[in-house]
T-cell receptor, first 114, second 114 residues
Framework: NAGVTQTPKFQVLKTGQSMTLQCAQD?????MYWYRQDPGMGLRLIYY???????DKGEVPNGYNVSRLNKREFSLRLESAAPSQTSVYFC?????????????FGPGTRLTVL | GENVEQHPSTLSVQEGDSAVIKCTYS??????FPWYKQELGKRPQLIID?????GEKKDQRIAVTLNKTAKHFSLHITETQPEDSAVYFC?????????????FGGGTRVLVKP
């Protein structure tokens, strides 16, 4: 099993450009998440999807949109990138049934906005 | 929503000494408390977790304790080794009723000096 995969691994954008970060998981998990991690900082939740067909805002949703394409895939879109969105983006997934389930992270996408 | 505070933000220890990281949480409904380790440039990975009906859990050199009454939990690393150098995150989860989300602490950078 590949676990949680993300594409691309690295991306450089100019201010105002748009892009979509892709995430997929093969563990049949119901819940998926997008986090950002700024240098030397913790993990901040951008958006999440507790189950297929639902999405909700996290702590820092401004400037982002998400799509839960199906149970496996959860994408994050930046419509008009800003330098403040320079960060490492992690996707994660977790089973919904039961309360004590491990959350698995993808390898991350390192995004630089010039 | 849930709020998790983590201390200290940085911790430097001599190889062979113990390291202790403490976290407090605010939501009494939280029932699952994982700890993640993030090495430089890598994704966070689960190292140990504890459920609300358990007071202590141990796995080789790492242990976690939970005090539900005081709403705090701690990570203990004994006989530290250079490979324990990393950033450690605590987290708390109120379960599916809160969107199955983990709320993370701000992280502790641990440096083990040889």
């Amino acid at each position: 099993n590949a676990g949680v995969t993300q594409t691309p691994k690295f991306q450089v954008l100019k201010t105002g450009q748009s892009m979509t970060l892709q995430c997929a998981q093969d563990m049949n998990h119901n819940s998926m998440y997008w986090y950002r991690q700024d240098p030397g900082m913790g993990l901040r939740l951008i958006y999440y999807s507790a189950s297929e067909g639902t999405t909700d805002k996290g702590e820092v949703p401004n400037g982002y949109n998400v799509s839960r394409l199906n149970k496996r895939e959860f994408s994050l879109r930046l419509e008009s990138a800003a330098p403040s969105q320079t960060s490492v983006y992690f996707c994660a997934s977790r089973e919904l049934a039961g309360a004590y389930n491990e959350q698995f992270f993808g390898p991350g996408t390192r995004l630089t906005v010039l | 929503g849930e709020n998790v505070e983590q201390h200290p933000s940085t911790l430097s220890v001599q190889e062979g000494d113990s390291a202790v990281i403490k976290c407090t949480y605010s939501d009494s409904a939280s029932n699952y408390f994982p700890w993640y380790k993030q090495e430089l440039g890598k994704r966070p990975q689960l190292i140990i977790d504890i459920r609300s009906n358990v007071g202590e859990k141990k796995d080789q050199r790492i242990a976690v304790t939970l005090n539900k009454t005081a709403k705090h939990f701690s990570l203990h690393i004994t006989e530290t080794q250079p490979e324990d150098s990393a950033v450690y995150f605590c987290a708390a989860s109120p379960g599916w009723a809160a969107g199955n989300k983990l709320t993370f602490g701000g992280g502790t950078r641990v440096l083990v000096k040889p």
